[in-house]
């Protein structure tokens, strides 16, 4: 059975930071894509940030995160993880894991086919 967990949600003040992690369990995703995603009440689900398969040599980021946010994979411990600062309270919303079956990133959240069950991240002004 894949499962994909992600941890490091919580509460922060504006301009601090959290570092999300999705742990894969199931099968080894080296050879995928990941993304993170999020989605906030009212709103629909939004790109955050994709990695490409192996090295990982290969980065997308929607552009309310770019410079503020990093995406990282270890390929050796299953994981993807999510480095945010400076945060803000937009950024408030449940940060979904993803992960493709192909190694080629996209922001399309319908080409994911293995979804973490979210975790929350609220930012206070």
């Known amino acids: 059975q894949v499962r994909l967990v992600e941890s490091g949600g919580g509460l922060v003040q504006a301009g601090g930071s959290l570092r999300l992690s999705c742990a894969a369990s199931g099968r080894t995703f080296g050879g995928s894509a990941m993304g993170w995603f999020r989605q906030a009440p009212g709103n629909e689900r939004e790109f955050v940030a994709a990695i490409d398969r192996w090295l990982g040599l290969s980065t997308d980021y929607a552009e309310s995160v770019k410079g503020r946010f990093t995406i990282s994979r270890d390929n050796a411990k299953n994981t993807v993880s999510l480095q945010m600062d400076s945060l803000k309270p937009e950024d408030t919303a449940v940060y979904y894991c993803?992960?493709?079956?192909?190694?080629?990133?996209?922001?399309?959240?319908?080409?994911?086919?293995?979804w973490g069950q979210g975790t929350q991240v609220t930012v206070s002004s």
């Open positions: 993803a992960a493709r079956d192909v190694g080629i990133l996209t922001r399309s959240w319908n080409e994911y086919i293995y």
